[in-house]
């Protein structure tokens, strides 16, 4: 198969949740870090973005080339991250691909 074939019928983030949830604390304005870990990070640091890359199962199978945060509103409880990565497939040919995974704030309270 060629590559651009494979692109559409190989995916290698399927392995990778597009939505998850993490749990935050708007009294201490903390992040659960498990098990049992809660640090303090601003709102798109790279701290946060380290704690939820974490997080998301799958990424060990795949290759992580890049990954950042999408902006949201603040008061819509909901955090993105747009991921690239890379993920070896049939006979060796590498494919990159982009995707965002959502993340949900666990506690239903506003990141702020």
């Known amino acids: 198969m060629c590559v651009g074939c494979l692109r559409t019928h190989v995916d290698i983030t399927e392995g990778i949740p597009k939505q998850a949830v993490l749990q935050f604390c708007r009294n201490c304005e903390r992040y659960l870090q498990p098990p049992s870990e809660w640090v303090q990070c601003s709102l798109e640091s790279r701290e946060l973005l380290a704690v939820c890359l974490k997080r998301l199962k799958g990424l060990k199978e795949v290759k992580l080339i890049d990954a950042g945060f999408i902006w949201t509103e603040p008061h819509s409880k909901r955090l993105k991250v747009k991921l690239t990565v890379q993920g070896e497939v049939l006979g060796g040919a590498v494919l990159q691909q982009i995707f965002v995974v959502e993340w949900k704030n ?3 309270d ?3």
């Open 106 to 108: 666990g506690y239903g």
């Open 110 to 112: 506003t990141w702020e």
